[in-house]
């Protein structure tokens, strides 16, 4: 699968809806779903179990906000939260019914989809990109093109290769121009150890915040921004047997989601104070500039949380499959679903902005 993010090494942790007080959750009477239905919750809360792609960060604020503010609860469901020992697996274990929901990569549900894992993405959780290469400030770099006759780094995975061809072809270059190295995901030391003169791969929300932590400002160049067609950077995901027989419960599920985000937009504070209780070792300055530069991008030109349309999901799928990295006949409609959520108009909710980090 194209991980795009790692666990950091980090133990995976557990987080449930029920436990987090100590005291059973208390069942309730309805929610008002996004198709508009009164839900009844069960007598007994309906155990939910939520793979993440990574270790929690600001990019999960709204669901551990949902969690402390007992939203889940209140809607009748015992929501468990947790990072997989290894988040390659995320696709595989929802897929097989393992895990009710998993946060993954637009682009790793149409891998696994080629490969026959029947997932679906049910919401968008970051309405755009968040890779992009990084360099060091001081080298200049500004364009694909100030790559050629430089070492670029990148953490071996095949579609982040796609990413920079493209990238290099849209400014009169290809990747013969340039010397490609596998660092894996040491992507910051790389570049700060002078090893390689760039990256692809890093998110413009974290390891550009890492970088200049430390003393080293960063200039980057986002993927969309140069020929790679706009795409969710997460998705939300169900298999195909869960939404078949249990619709009802991914609506409760994604509305409930959808209010803790819109909560954490209202209230950022709350949110990073909600994932810090939830991920203790987690660096709270590093997390509240992330959580400001991914506000803005959650909800960016669509009319509510999670929205997803055919347009963005076909431009990105055709790219995939002009770049092989996927065959032609798969079916991308499959991939992906609307039904779970607020449908997209031409009239999007106000984001706030974010500031820039180069």
Do not use: C
């Amino acid at each position: 699968m194209d991980l795009t993010g790692h666990n950091g090494g980090r133990p995976p942790r557990r987080i449930s809806s029920r436990t987090r007080l100590g005291v059973p959750a208390l069942a309730a009477t309805s929610l008002l779903t996004s198709r508009g239905a009164a839900v009844l919750a069960a007598q007994s809360p309906t155990p939910v179990t939520v793979a993440l792609d990574w270790y929690p960060n600001a990019n999960h604020a709204g669901l551990f906000l949902a969690v402390e503010r007992d939203l889940f609860t209140e809607a009748g469901l015992d929501v468990e939260i947790y990072t997989p020992a290894d988040p390659t697996t995320v696709l595989q274990t929802v897929g097989a019914g393992r895990d009710t929901f998993g946060i993954s990569y637009q682009t790793d549900v149409l891998l696994a989809r080629a490969q026959g894992v029947p997932v679906v993405s049910v919401a968008a959780l970051v309405q755009h990109p968040l890779l992009s290469v990084m360099s060091l400030e001081e080298r200049g770099i500004s364009r694909p093109a100030d790559l050629v006759g430089e070492v670029v780094g990148y953490p071996g995975i095949p579609s982040q290769e796609a990413f920079l061809a493209t990238m290099l072809e849209a400014d009169g270059a290809t990747l013969n121009d340039i010397e490609l190295v596998n660092v894996g995901f040491d992507l910051l030391p790389a570049v700060i150890s002078g090893r390689v003169a760039a990256v692809m791969g890093a998110y413009w929300t974290h390891e550009t915040i890492l970088a200049e932590q430390e003393g080293y400002p960063v200039s980057i160049m986002r993927v969309e921004e140069w020929d790679v067609p706009d795409y969710y950077e997460l998705v939300l995901v169900a298999s195909e047997e869960t939404i078949a027989n249990q619709a009802a419960m991914i609506d409760t599920f994604t509305e409930t989601m959808r209010q803790g985000y819109q909560a954490a937009i209202a209230d950022p504070e709350a949110a990073l104070d909600a994932l810090v209780d939830a991920s203790p070792d987690l660096e709270r300055d590093v997390e509240a500039r992330g959580l400001d530069l991914l506000i803005p991008v959650w909800t960016d030109g669509v009319t509510a949380f999670g929205v997803q349309e055919a347009e963005r999901w076909n431009a990105y799928a055709m790219w995939m499959k002009d770049r092989d990295l996927i065959p032609d006949g798969l079916d991308v409609d499959a991939a992906w679903t609307a039904d779970f959520l607020p449908a997209a108009s031409a009239t999007p909710v106000a984001s706030p902005a974010a500031t820039p980090i180069d």
